[in-house]
């Protein structure tokens, strides 16, 4: 897909087995190309680019209220794609 941010958003009421998350946490990042001008120009474009990002990268953030009133910043984070297959664990079932 194309876009130039990404947020996921982690439900403690929907977790299992992560016993200490006592509220929600939101990853909020931009999508970032290390090497080609010209996917990072497409991507401000409106464009996709020609390739995945190279990584994504923001901050994180605790707490429960959607509106983020009472939400902490905790954190960043950066995700980069996978050098090889999934582990069998983080496969979808």
């Known amino acids: 897909g194309k876009g130039s941010h990404v947020w996921l958003w982690i439900r403690r009421a929907k977790c299992r087995g992560v ?3 006592h509220a929600d946490l ?3 990042g931009a999508v970032a190309f ?3 001008l010209e996917d990072e120009l497409a991507l401000r474009s409106g464009r996709a ?3 995945p990002p190279d990584r994504v990268a923001g901050s994180v953030v605790y707490g429960d209220i959607p509106d983020m009133e009472y939400s902490a910043l905790v954190g960043s984070f950066s995700l980069t794609p996978a050098a090889g ?3 069998a664990e983080l496969r979808r079932r």
């Open 19 to 21: 016993p200490g998350l």
């Open 26 to 28: 939101r990853l909020h």
């Open 34 to 36: 290390e090497a080609r």
């Open 49 to 51: 680019p020609s390739r």
């Open 85 to 87: 297959p999934l582990p």
